[in-house]
């Protein structure tokens, strides 16, 4: 199981706040001031999440997109023809929330590739992110990395990616601490930090290069995307 968790302040808002007084509260009062812009934006961002038998992290998963503090969002869950209890867990939230949830069945099972690639074929958003199914992120995951990209102008941002054990043991996967050069820094971001999970993307950028996820791979396809 994966958690996705922005990293892209060193530390969260509430801990520059009891750490460096009135700095920390002026760094929250911008972070706020971003939020509010961005929610005034509006711009639709589609998560895209492929089901395939994850009938015991699913409703996790979903539960966490529905969490964002950005809202404007639409959650495409698409199903792989699952065989145990998922399909039943997705159409029971598209019923919850038919403004958000959006439940679509494949003809045949294709893989995860296949069913990302559906995703984006029913798309309507700016951006794309694509959650997998047992994966939960952070409530900041969608707000921090959109935020990221209108500061920027980039077309893809990305975050960090943490690893929970049963044992309850979360470990970090992916991280710039360390590296003290931009050329390692680049490398690593190029090579070091695959899967489709850490990006959220312009739509833009998928559309106008006609970009799809490679059939027919067993693993790794999102790092061919």
């Known amino acids: 199981i994966a958690a996705l968790v922005p990293v892209l302040l060193a530390?969260?808002?509430?801990?520059?706040?009891?750490q460096l007084g009135r700095?920390?509260?002026?760094?929250?009062?911008l972070m706020k001031d971003r939020e509010a812009m961005a929610m005034n934006t509006q711009e639709l961002i589609s998560v895209i999440v492929p089901i395939y038998n994850v009938e015991q992290y699913l409703a996790k998963c979903i539960d966490s997109i529905l969490a964002q503090t950005y809202t404007n969002l639409e959650i495409l869950l698409v199903d792989d023809r699952a065989t145990d209890g998922s399909a039943k867990i997705a159409q029971e939230y598209a019923k919850a929330?038919?403004?958000?949830c959006y439940y679509i069945l494949r003809e045949?099972?294709?893989?995860?590739a296949a069913a990302r690639n559906t995703g984006i074929q029913n798309a309507k958003g700016s951006w794309f992110a694509f959650i997998d199914s047992d994966?939960?992120?952070?409530e900041d995951y969608i707000m921090s990395m959109y935020l990221e990209a209108q500061s920027t102008g980039a077309d893809i941002v990305m975050c960090e990616r943490w690893h929970e054990f049963a044992n309850g043991k979360i470990v970090r996967v992916n991280t710039l601490n360390g590296l003290s050069t931009g050329s390692a820094k680049e490398e690593f971001v190029a090579f070091g930090m695959p899967g489709a999970p850490?990006?959220?993307?312009?739509e833009k950028l998928i559309r106008e290069?006609?970009?799809?996820?490679?059939?027919?791979?067993?693993r790794g396809e999102d790092i061919a995307f």
């Open 11 to 18: 530390v969260p808002c509430e801990l520059w706040c009891r």
């Open 23 to 29: 700095i920390g509260s002026i760094r929250w009062s």
């Open 135 to 138: 994966d939960w992120i952070a």
């Open 209 to 218: 290069n006609n970009i799809y996820f490679p059939e027919g791979i067993r």
């Open 108 to 112: 045949s099972n294709g893989g995860q």
């Open 97 to 100: 929330y038919p403004n958000k």
């Open 198 to 202: 850490t990006h959220l993307i312009n």
